[in-house]
């Protein structure tokens, strides 16, 4: 609970910025889709290009390419809601985490020309416990992150141990200072980067991770030194 009073009222404006900041950003990060969605209609509309099937199929597609991503934002905020409220069920399965990590970081190399991920791994198979959806999803946002915002050099790598395994994840980028590392995890933190509206999105990825991390029993952290690393420790196959 916030006491609020003439002479301290700094929870309060921190509160209302941060709930500024969001729906500033919120509204930006919609308005972009929604612009480009109309555009399209508009251009098959006014343009009579609907006897132009190459044009009509290139506006469709863009259209929904952007409805893709306007559901993927809703998705993430109903997400976060529910991982507030305690009432995510996660639907487990005992599965290869090499074999995931290997696909999801060479979809990755497939995406990028201008960085360079590796992977290496102490075991050949390494089985753990985890809803593979939300799991995934987790390591994804900090491998996306890491090509976004990090250096050009990245690498994964898991250690098998005894009872749990580690997931490392690294990039030589120098940016990230001590004070946003310690922040990086909270709801709606982002990295600032001058105007506001250059930082993208809603600043929910790695607090859905950090979320998804301690739900499978496990834990997360990141370190700064030469680079960026984030460890995930989690609990071997049951």
């Not at 006897?51 to 290139?58: P, Q, R």
């Amino acid at each position: 609970m916030f006491i609020l009073s003439a002479k301290n009222n700094k929870p309060t404006k921190k509160i209302a910025e941060v709930k500024n900041d969001l729906i500033n950003n919120i509204t930006h990060e919609f308005k972009t889709p929604i612009a480009t969605i109309g555009v399209a209609l508009e251009s098959i509309k006014d343009f009579n290009i609907i006897d132009d099937k190459e044009k009509t199929k290139k506006y469709l597609n863009l259209s929904s390419s952007q409805l893709g991503k306007l559901n993927t934002m809703v998705e993430k905020l109903l997400e976060t809601a529910t991982l507030d409220s305690g009432n995510l069920d996660l639907n487990r399965d005992t599965i290869d985490l090499v074999a995931l990590v290997s696909l999801l970081v060479e979809k990755h190399q497939m995406q990028t020309n201008s960085k360079t991920l590796t992977f290496n791994t102490s075991a050949a198979e390494t089985r753990i416990y985890i809803d593979v959806f939300h799991f995934e999803n987790a390591i994804n946002n900090i491998v996306d992150n890491a090509i976004k915002y990090g250096g050009d050099d990245i690498s994964i790598s898991i250690n098998k141990k005894n009872k749990t395994t580690e997931i490392l994840i690294s990039d030589n980028g120098k940016t990230l200072t001590k004070q946003e590392a310690a922040q990086i995890f909270d709801k709606f933190y982002r990295v600032p980067k001058g105007n506001t509206h250059d930082v993208k999105g809603f600043g929910i990825g790695l607090y859905y991770t950090k979320k998804i991390i301690e739900k499978h029993n496990g834990n997360i952290s990141v370190s700064i030194s030469n680079g960026t690393t984030f460890k995930i420790t989690i609990p071997n196959e049951r």
